[in-house]
T-cell receptor
Framework: EDQVTQSPEALRLQEGESSSLNCSYTVSGLRGLFWYRQDPGKGPEFLFTLYSAGEEKEKERLKATLTKKESFLHITAPKPEDSATYLC???????????FGAGTRLFVKA | SAVISQKPSRDICQRGTSLTIQCQVD?????MFWYRQQPGQSLTLIATANQGSEATYESGFVIDKFPISRPNLTFSTLTVSNMSPEDSSIYLCSVAQGAGNNEQFFGPGTRLTVL
């Protein structure tokens, strides 16, 4: 059964303190691994899709990487506005159903 | 990316009643999805709604409880029927776009409280 586990559940950083969020996954055949950002009271906002091990994508202070078993979302020199819940999700090659992890709540203090 | 709106944004309902949630997209899309997000938890897929065919429901969700309509390529509704307090949740619609329909874009959600 496809599964996504994110860690840590919550992460508190000082502004400028770089760190990484982890997403471990098991999937029968990976069609894609996705990262989303969700602010309180809003729907998830699409960030990245990664398709194969070794792939990396960047957007501003965020960089997502992928191995055969996990993905990392690296946050470089975070700012308070980066505070949000970050969701990881996978879809297998059998269809379009997407399995979401529980998310990591990130708090960045000025 | 598609712009998605949902109505209502929130509602408080009585046990035993039904609520229909609307999802409107600003462009034509083939694949639409309905999710539930319970407080403090992640998203769970309820069903996939493709225009021209019946919705496909995930395990644990049935059409009698969550009937879905998809009359055209820009609109869908989800009804939560015979509600109980356990149905209190955020309901989200999303659409698939991008190469291979691999990117999902979400509406703002409907926050439902059942008393």
């Amino acid at each position: 059964e496809d599964q996504v586990t994110q860690s840590p559940e919550a992460l508190r950083l000082q502004e400028g303190e770089s760190s990484s969020l982890n997403c471990s996954y098991t999937v029968s055949g990976l069609r894609g691994l996705f990262w989303y950002r969700q602010d309180p009271g809003k729907g998830p906002e699409f960030l990245f899709t990664l398709y194969s091990a070794g792939e990396e994508k960047e957007k501003e202070r965020l960089k997502a990487t992928l191995t055969k078993k996990e993905s990392f979302l690296h946050i470089t020199a975070p700012k308070p506005e980066d505070s949000a819940t970050y969701l990881c999700a996978v879809a297998n090659t059998g269809g379009f159903k997407t399995i979401f992890g529980a998310g990591t709540r990130l708090f960045v203090k000025a | 990316s598609a712009v998605i709106s949902q109505k209502p944004s929130r509602d408080i309902c009585q046990r035993g009643t039904s609520l229909t949630i609307q999802c409107q997209v600003d462009s034509q899309v083939t694949m639409m999805f309905w999710y539930r997000q319970q407080p403090g938890q992640s998203l769970t897929l309820i069903a996939t709604a493709n225009q021209g065919s019946e919705a496909t429901y995930e395990s644990g969700f049935v059409i009698d409880k969550f009937p879905i309509s998809r009359p055209n390529l820009t609109f869908s509704t989800l009804t939560v029927s015979n509600m109980s307090p356990e149905d209190s949740s955020i309901y989200l619609c999303s659409v698939a776009q991008g190469a291979g329909n691999n990117e999902q874009f979400f509406g703002p959600g409907t926050r439902l409280t059942v008393l």
